[in-house]
């Protein structure tokens, strides 16, 4: 099974932690946006999209390389996130992208998302929220996350 995971991880490196936990899983590469190969995406069985949520968006050079894939029959998909604040429920931060993903052609699973290191100001003046997250626990439920996907008929 080839499977690609691209990871915009720009702020602490968190979301990169999660991607290389999933990797390790599912036998990926792991790339940064610029890294990722069009040609590459779309021939894939499997290409996860990761990275950290800033001003409650995903990172806009991870969602601008969705954007520039042409459309056409994809194999499947996944969003992963990783945020100094809690999801609301109603608006997941990683929907718009799994939209944009369904849109290409891929066939879009479920998406995992975690709590991480925020040193967004006014988190700064104390040092941040998250500290030590994403945690061993974190990277568990990742690694458990990834083998439910490796492991579906
Ligand atoms: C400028 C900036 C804006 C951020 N905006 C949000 C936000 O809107 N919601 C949130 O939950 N976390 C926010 N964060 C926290 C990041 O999503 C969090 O630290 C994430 O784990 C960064 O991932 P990375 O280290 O892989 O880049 C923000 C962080 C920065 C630096």
């Known amino acids: 099974m080839k499977t690609v995971i691209v990871c915009a991880s720009v702020s602490h490196g968190n979301t990169r ?15 940064s946006p610029e890294q990722a190969d069009p040609a590459e995406l779309a021939e894939a069985d499997l290409v996860g999209f990761g990275s950290g949520v800033f001003y409650q968006r995903l990172h806009p050079r991870l969602t601008d390389v969705v954007k520039a894939l ?5 194999g499947r998909a996944f969003v992963f996130a990783t945020s100094g604040l809690p999801e609301i429920p109603l608006a997941p931060f990683t929907r718009p992208l799994a939209k944009l993903l369904e849109g290409k052609g891929f066939e879009v699973h479920e ?32 690694r458990a996350f990834a083998e439910r996907l490796r492991d579906m008929p």
């Not at 040193?119 to 974190?138: C, H, Q, S, W, Y």
């Open 70 to 74: 042409p459309a056409g029959r994809r």
């Open 111 to 142: 998406s995992f998302t975690c709590r991480a290191l925020d040193t967004m100001l006014p988190f700064k003046l104390v040092g941040g929220i998250g500290k030590e997250r994403p945690n061993a626990a974190d990277l568990a439920a990742a």
């Open 17 to 31: 932690r999660v991607a290389e936990s999933m990797a390790e899983v599912l036998d990926a590469e792991v790339v």
